[in-house]
């Protein structure tokens, strides 16, 4: 399936944030089995290119896989090479944002404000991320919502999960990225499986 499919699909983004490439499969797995078709392992966890290495080959076409807080354009190089197809920034980085849609990735950079919104969409991203969601909160998103292109999903991220996504999808919110929510290092791949199940329905309720 495209990427956009998968999105479309559910449009959760789980991040792996501090996954070891001895756990990526069997977490991924846990979170596969639970509907999520994308997942981001951030370039600050170990050996992260190995794990996104991993994901590529376990998955293929089947689910989005990729890297997060990618921050320069070496490292989109890199995360290409080692099969990723997402790409996530805290950030707006215009030059990491064109170089990863050149590369041919789907590119979901980090914004706060309406210039960054602009600035990323004019970089040639089709998705974009508020990031950190919570400082904001709803009327923040309502407020760029109604500037920011209607064509580009916004997915909020940070402070924001299976207890919250019900106002934050009323505010406009077209999915979500999950980090402590969904994973952490001490959670085995059965508390992953719960946790990711619990995401998943929370959402569909909220839609």
């Known amino acids: ?61 089947s689910c989005l896989t990729g890297a997060g807080t990618v ?53 040639g991203a089709r998705y974009l991320k508020l990031f950190p969601a919570s400082t904001g909160g709803i009327d923040h998103l309502k407020a760029m919502l109604a500037v920011l292109p209607k064509h580009v999903p916004v997915y909020a991220v940070g402070g924001v999960g299976a207890g919250n996504m019900s106002e934050w999808r009323q505010a406009g919110a077209a999915g979500f990225g999950l980090g402590s929510d969904l994973f952490k290092p001490g959670f085995t791949d059965e508390e992953i499986s719960t946790r990711a199940q619990k995401c998943v329905a929370a959402f569909k309720a909220a839609s």
């Open 1 to 61: 399936m495209s990427a956009d499919s998968l999105l479309a699909e559910l449009p959760l983004v789980a991040i792996l944030r501090g996954v070891t490439p001895d756990r990526v499969e069997g977490v991924a797995g846990a979170l596969f089995a639970a509907g999520i078709r994308a997942i981001e392992v951030p370039l600050n966890s170990p050996d992260p290119f190995k794990s996104i290495e991993l994901l590529a080959k376990q998955f293929g076409t």
């Open 71 to 123: 921050l320069d354009t070496a490292n989109v190089d890199r995360v290409v090479d080692a099969g990723g197809k997402l790409l996530v920034t805290p950030n707006t980085n215009p030059a990491v944002i064109a170089h990863g849609v050149a590369r041919g990735m789907t590119v979901m950079p980090g914004f706060y404000t309406p210039s960054e919104g602009f600035a990323a969409v004019a970089a």
